[in-house]
């Protein structure tokens, strides 16, 4: 139903400049943390998006490190914008605060692992549809870092796994806490919903409103994003396809205001 933001291709999978430099130009400063970590997903071809999830190449302790290097990025960019924080006791601490912010709470489902999610077989062959939500989402978007806040449906064709109803909140949770764009962070989620459970069919709804949209440059105050993302069965049957939708229809009038 959306189609995506084509990603600037120059950047993909592309980690040095056109010195030969790495990331911004700036030599490679190996005493980092970030550096380091960074060195790492380098060697191992692994993918460092801003939606990714790169928690297992994070060593125990780093993200202590981590959060050191970003307050001191931000206090560098309070003093940027002419901010007095030696005297100024609003912003005493503001550069740890906001460290701690990004990387534990807002943008933790980079840096921390997916939750446990215990699944079990579908003894009983249960094979009827299902939803669940409204499921607040929240995030951030990747071109401003403002928030997306927002709510997430999700309808299950059950296959030969089932898990826990609460499970689909967690991982909502932990797929959208990344910067994104809307279109991609429900992709994200089914993939993760679909390894976790196989279901035959998955359906997912987002109903979001960007900040960036609201609180500034266009200012459009109540404009909201619905997509979704319809797979296995849900796809390929439109009746099943239109149960879905009458079931989140009935859940929740989403698609209407
Ligand atoms: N498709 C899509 N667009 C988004 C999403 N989040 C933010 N955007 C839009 O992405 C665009 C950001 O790129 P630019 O157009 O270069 O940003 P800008 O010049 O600051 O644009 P304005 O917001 O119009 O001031 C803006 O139009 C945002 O509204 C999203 O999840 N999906």
Known sequence: MTSIIPASSKDLGQHRNRNGLPGNGQPKNENKISERIRARLVAEDVSF???DNIA???QPGELKELEVE?????RELL???VIDIDNDHNTQETAERVARMYLNEVFKGRFYEQPDVTSFPNTKDLD?????GPITVRSACSHHLVPILGNCWIGIKPGSRVIGLSKFARVADWVFSRPHIQEEAVMILADEIERLCEPKGLGIIVKAQHYCMKWRGV???NTSMVNSVV??????D???KQEFFELVRQQESTLGA
């Open 56 to 58: 297992e190449h994070i």
């Open 219 to 221: 200012k459009e105050p």
């Open 79 to 81: 003093q940027s914008l």
């Open 70 to 74: 970003v307050a001191d990025r931000v």
């Open 231 to 236: 797979r296995g069965v849900f796809r390929h």
């Open 128 to 132: 009827e549809i299902y939803t669940v």
């Open 49 to 51: 998006l801003a939606n």
């Open 238 to 240: 439109p009746s099943l």
